[in-house]
């Protein structure tokens, strides 16, 4: 089917749109970029720069996404954003587009960003990541699989978020959170494990009564990160999660918050 343009949208001739794209009243779409099928674009919504939208995505009222990084350095460098399949992006939700020619912005599939949420220049985002109302994302943060952030929740820069993570709203991050794990307040505190989480994405009871042997070494000894990553080591079966935690720790620069 071919894609069906509202009479005042404004639609470069070079955009490319794939088959039963949508797009609705007072939109503009810059000449970079690139829908795929089935995408929708509601009223209003600005979508410029070298910007790929996958197939299916949908993108509410005034959201606006490939525009110019809120970064002193940029000058002006034909940088991107590139948003997975299936992502749903709400009303008034800005992604700006990366800093770094080579590695553009990235949003990845099955991901919902709610209202008046921004996602800075060079932030990566996994898949089913979920960030609710007000989530403001600064530069270079990376979010992994399956994470969730609650509204109202500033992310500083160069901060990470493993998978899994479930951060309660009005917190503010300024360390690295450890996949698996549930916490929130300011100064952000871990409260356990993402147990509901865990069981609902099928974790079998064997990891998740490992993972909390995990968290009690980790969080709930009075050993140092050192110490007890290596008694993890000593202690627990290295299946897969053990590892991707043991490597997420070890390969934080801002710390992990605990």
Do not use: W
């Amino acid at each position: 089917m071919k894609p069906r343009i509202h009479k005042t949208a404004i639609v470069d001739k070079n955009a490319q749109l794939g088959n039963d794209v949508e797009i609705g009243p007072y939109s503009i779409i810059g000449p970079k970029v690139i829908l795929q099928d089935g995408v929708k674009v509601s009223s209003n919504v600005v979508i410029d720069g070298r910007t790929t939208i996958g197939k299916n995505c949908r993108l509410f009222h005034s959201a606006v996404v490939g525009t110019e990084p809120q970064d002193l350095k940029y000058a002006g460098e034909d940088t991107a954003v590139e948003i997975g399949e299936n992502t749903t992006i709400r009303e008034f939700a800005t992604v700006n587009k990366s800093t770094n020619p080579e590695e553009p912005t990235r949003v990845g599939s099955n991901c919902l960003l709610m209202i008046y949420t921004h996602v800075a220049h060079d932030c990566q985002l996994g898949d089913r990541v979920i960030l609710a109302n007000s989530v403001n994302l600064a530069g270079h943060v990376i979010i992994e699989n399956n994470a969730t952030i609650g509204g109202i929740t500033p992310v500083h820069q160069f901060c990470r978020i493993g998978c899994y993570a479930f951060i309660g709203g009005f917190s503010r991050i300024s360390m690295d959170i450890a996949p698996y794990t549930r916490g929130a307040s300011v100064p952000y505190r871990t409260a356990g494990l993402n147990s509901i989480g865990l069981q609902r994405n099928n974790f079998s009871s064997e990891t998740r009564m490992i993972l909390r042997r995990l968290y009690k070494i980790f969080y709930k000894s009075n050993l140092n990160t050192t110490q007890a990553i290596e008694k993890i080591r000593q202690d627990l079966e290295m299946i897969p999660e053990v590892i991707h935690f043991i490597d997420f720790v070890e390969h934080s620069e801002r710390g992990v918050a605990k």
